[in-house]
């Protein structure tokens, strides 16, 4: 069983940053895959970012490469989602999301964790 839980959230203006972080519990955390989905009102949750177990390739949606980074440690059992020059367009709940199969762009039924969100508000 891994447990995640997301912070970092929080209001901030058009172009500032925020880093998002993913907390696991438990000792397999290096066995999973890691993801950042998203969910705006009204809209399907979707992909964001993934990071394989050793952080060694990243996926990032189209909309956001060149923004964001994702990046892990596993000796803190953590996965990181650094994302800059925010539009209000990513005002949405962040999701963390681990699974054990390789990491890759992928729609986000079928994870076997998930967190419960951090929410992130873009102003104009």
């Known amino acids: 069983q891994v447990q995640l839980v997301e912070s970092g959230g929080g209001l901030v203006q058009a172009g500032g940053s925020l880093r998002l972080s993913c907390a696991a519990s438990?000792?397999?955390?290096?066995?999973?895959?890691m993801y950042w989905f998203r969910q705006a009102p009204g809209k399907e949750r979707e992909f964001v970012a993934a990071?394989?177990?050793?952080?060694?390739?990243?996926y990032y949606a189209d909309s956001v490469k060149g923004r964001f980074t994702i990046s892990r440690d596993n000796t803190k059992n953590t996965v990181y989602l650094q994302m800059n020059s925010l539009k209000p367009e990513d005002t949405a709940v962040y999701y963390c999301?681990?699974?054990?199969?390789?990491?890759?762009?992928?729609?986000?039924?079928?994870?076997?964790?998930w967190g419960k969100g951090t929410l992130v508000t873009v102003s104009s």
């Open positions: 999301a681990a699974d054990p199969l390789p990491a890759t762009m992928r729609q986000p039924r079928g994870m076997d964790y």
């Open positions: 438990g000792r397999t955390f290096s066995t999973y895959a």
């Open positions: 990071i394989s177990r050793l952080g060694v390739t990243t």
